[in-house]
């Protein structure tokens, strides 16, 4: 098993990234990042890559007339790493299907709900205002239904009396940086695979909710 070649897309601050950069220094994953690329050059997450020694590309999608001449630019730049695995780490674009098609099977995000719950924004505050009794956040394989794809692992937090959007937040935050670099290192490990729509964790197919980790 060869180490498996990564990349990162960003628009922010990457604390998804660098929770995976330091499982990645701790051994605990057999693959390294070959870049990190942010549509915004402001992004702290290129501080963090240039920090761990990734080398660092910024792709503004403003200098695009629209999506899609973006996202044939974006895949060209991605593909010049030849990379196994392409990480949605806070990259707050909605990607195009052809762009999504190409990296099917090999494409990840991480979103802050349960899901199929609360596709989309302020998932923290809709899961209090629902009155709901947990929430948590959710690694999944994108498809071109936005927050649809196959659910590779969830990881539930209880809401507490009292809380609101930014305490449930961080909460699901801490979360957010385990399952990731779990989810690429069974990724990079050949322990996981999409097959016909379907997640398959050590040869065995999931459930649709995906693996349910606990602490």
């Known amino acids: ?22 499982h990645l220094a701790q051994g605990n994953i057999p693959g390294r990042i070959s870049a990190v690329i942010s549509n915004k050059a402001d992004a702290y997450g290129l501080t963090r890559a240039t920090n761990a020694g990734i080398e660092t590309r910024v792709l503004s999608h403003r ?61 923290h505050q809709r899961a209090i205002d629902a009155g709901d009794r947990e929430h948590g956040c959710t ?21 507490e009396p009292g809380d609101d959007a930014d305490s449930l937040q961080q909460r699901v935050h801490s979360l957010e940086h385990r399952i990731y670099p779990l989810a690429v290192e069974w990724f990079c490990r050949d322990r996981l695979a999409l097959r016909a729509g379907s997640v398959h964790l050590d040869g065995t197919a999931l459930p649709a909710s995906g693996f ?4």
Do not use: C, W
């Open 139 to 159: 690694v999944h394989f994108v498809t071109e239904e936005l927050d649809g794809g196959p659910l590779i692992v969830q990881a539930p937090v209880a809401i």
């Open 212 to 215: 349910r980790y606990t602490e």
């Open 63 to 123: 200098e695009f007339a629209d999506r899609e001449h973006f996202d044939t630019a974006l895949q060209e730049l991605i593909d010049s790493f030849e990379p196994d695995l392409v990480v949605l780490a806070g990259f707050m674009r909605i990607l195009t299907p052809e762009f999504v098609r190409h990296y099917a099977g090999r494409l990840f995000n991480i979103h802050p709900s349960l899901l199929p719950k609360y596709k989309g924004l302020h998932t």
């Open 1 to 22: 098993m060869s180490d498996k070649r990564i990349v990162v897309l960003i628009s922010g601050s990457g604390s998804n990234l660098q929770a995976i950069i330091d």
